[in-house]
Structure formats: C-alpha cells, structure tokens
C-alpha cells in the first residue's frame, strides 16, 4: 500500500502544472488589442483598406472580440487581467474610455485588471476617427488622461508609483508582486526612464526583503525576439534593465509588441514571454497558473463564436471567427510582390502559412520540408523567412518557469 502511494505521487508529480489549475491562482495576459471605438468608425473604405494592406489586425472586429474576451473572464474567473499596452488602435482619448468602460465590468465582477500603455496609447498624434473615404483627427491622449481614464483598473491598487512615468507595483495574489513598466513615456518612448531606475531598485528591493516573487510587464521586449526584427522592439536599455531582474530575482517578464507568440528561456537569464497580439489570429491570450516555486503558461483563444451565438449575431464571419480570422490573416500579412514566376501564387501562400505558424507561436508546426524554398528577387522576403527556419522548431504556447 505505502508503495501504492509513492508511485501515485510519482505520477502526479510528472502532470503538468495546469493540470491542477482549479485550486491554483491565475493571472491572464493580453496585449496589443489596437481597440478602436465603433463610434470613430464607420468599417467603410478608407479604413478598410488601410487594415487590409496591415499586419492581419482584426480590427474591423476588435469591438465583438473585445466584448467576447470580457465575458469570458467574468465567466472564467482568473484572479487579474494584466493588459500591456497598445490598448487602441492610434491614442483616441474616445477609444480609451470605451474600453475602460468595458474592462470596468471585469473588475466589478471580482477579478483585478491591471493596464500598462503602449506607443499606441499616449502622445499619439495620428488619432483620427474614419467615414467614408477619409479621416478626421480627434483628441488624442496624455500621461495624465490615460491615467484618469484607467485610475481604477490598477492604479489605485498601487502598492508604489513611479513619479517619472506610470509605472507601478501592486501585489494581486499574496506574496506576487505585479512590476507594470511603463517604456512609453513623453519623453522616453521605447526606454526606461532614467530617473525610473532608482524607483525599479526601491521596489524590487523591498519585494525582495518581504519575501514576495515578482513577475514584471512591459510593452516592448526586454529580448530580441527575431533575429532580423528587433529595433524598435526591444526596450533601448534593455541591459540596465536586465541586470536589475537577475539581481532581484525576477521571474518572468511579460511583453508583447512584436504581435507575435513567442517566449526565450535560456539557463541562467530571466524568461520573457511575449504574447501575441489579441487582434491577430489565433486571437490568444496567456494565462499564468501560479504554485508555490513554480508557474506554467499557456495560451486561450478568445471563443468569439460562442459569444456571437450566445448574442443572437447572425454575421458569418462572427459566428465561424476562428476561420475568419485565420484567412484575413493570411490574406493580408506578409505575402509576396506581384512576379512573372507562374509559381509565385503557391510560394506566397507557403509564405503567409509560415508566417501564421510564426505569428501563432507554432514553429515545430512548419514543414520541414518547405526548408528548401528559395524566394528570388525578393531580399527581405528571403531574409524573414531564412530567420524563422533558422530557429529550433518549438512551441511558444507553453512555458514553464520558477518563481
């Protein structure tokens, strides 16, 4: 019988963390929502084509995708939300309570929502509203507005602020420390404010001195996340930064900004795990389930379809949005120019499947095979794609890591 038991401990001992998930605190990540307000909208041709000719951005959608994701954390429950910036589409003050009106309804709820700007957020001078054939500048959004706007979804929760930036900590779960960096200051877009560091010291410090494990959120990358694409990505004094996390022992860093998933964990650094942007497809978000000295991630999606059957929607689109969103993003990501080659169509569709392998954290999902693919003429074409099979074939969906 006593060997009976060691071998069943055995056994769980060998489950993955999640396994456990309904008796363990958790925390959701998403990122990069580009939320704009449907009243600075009109879906018609100018911003139609602006979004067909981006990145796969639904953002023709993000007020459904929006909705669906509140329900489905009123419904499910994690103890936070962290959202880490690039909250709008272009800084629209208008965008901005929209959606704190939206999030509001999770925290009413009883579960914390914790929100970081990002170079989308603040100081943006492109923010417009959208009819017709053309654009119209609105009111955009300051430190201080955004501050305003978001006061009750973590900043008022603040266990320290930052006087130089809206940076913060709080402390959502007893003994996590929530470290919310803000890089995207007036004056310091892309970089921890100088005059932020001596703050960053205070805090871990005392994190440090009472024991508790801190998790830190940023917009932009504490790591290159591509070899090819990293500037204007990673944080500029990301080094300053780093050395602090490892002297402090911080055990993750959450980012987002590049859009796509994909995490770095090597022997001896802090992990980072950027989330892939909410408006692309898979629509995902992370979700942080925390033991005693150890925390698993996993990506959800955001189930629109559900939500849009539940809401009586008749739009197709809604209701089999997985697909949709796949095909939009196919159909308007990374694709070849126009050539003479008569294979060019099939390559550029091999293309835009790699890059959503890419996108959606599934590297070890790439054929092999595709490898030997070569893409004549087209230089920086051959270069992403050369930078994506390089990498070890992983998925980035997943991730387990100390506290």
Known sequence: ????SSTLLFLLMLLPLSAFASDMPTMWIATDLHYIS????????????MIESG???????????????VEQAIEQRPDCLILSGDLTFNGAKKSHEDLAAKLRRIDEAGVSVYVLPGNHDVYCYSAASF?????TLVQGTTSEDF????????????????????SYIAEPIPGIRLLMLDVN??????????????????????AKTDGAKVIAVSHQNLYAHSSLLYQGFMIANASMLE???????????????VHMQHTISVEGKVPEIATSSLAVSPCQYGVITLGDNHASYRTETVNVSAWAKA??????????????????????????????????????KWIAEVNAAYFAGRTDLISPASAAATIAGDAFHSAYIASILAEPPRDHTQLDFPL
């Open 1 to 4: 019988m006593r060997m009976l």
């Open 185 to 206: 200051t007036q004056f310091s877009s892309c970089a921890v404010a100088q005059n932020t560091f001596a703050w960053l010291d205070e805090v871990l410090a005392k």
């Open 311 to 348: 809401h009586g929607k008749t739009d197709p689109n809604l209701l089999d949005f997985a697909a949709y969103a796949r095909d939009f993003f196919l159909n308007t990501s990374l694709r070849l120019k126009q050539t003479d080659d008569p294979d060019a169509d099939t390559l550029a």
């Open 243 to 257: 050395s602090r996390y490892e002297k402090y022992s911080v055990a993750v860093n959450l980012s987002g900004h």
């Open 38 to 49: 449907p009243s600075l909208t009109d879906n018609s041709a100018y911003f139609m084509r």
């Open 55 to 69: 990145d796969g951005k639904i953002v023709h959608y993000i007020d459904e995708l929006t909705d669906a994701l």
């Open 131 to 135: 009819s017709g054939d053309s654009y």
């Open 147 to 166: 501050e305003a706007i978001y006061h009750d979804l973590g900043f008022d929760e603040a266990l320290a602020r930052d006087p130089y930036s809206l």
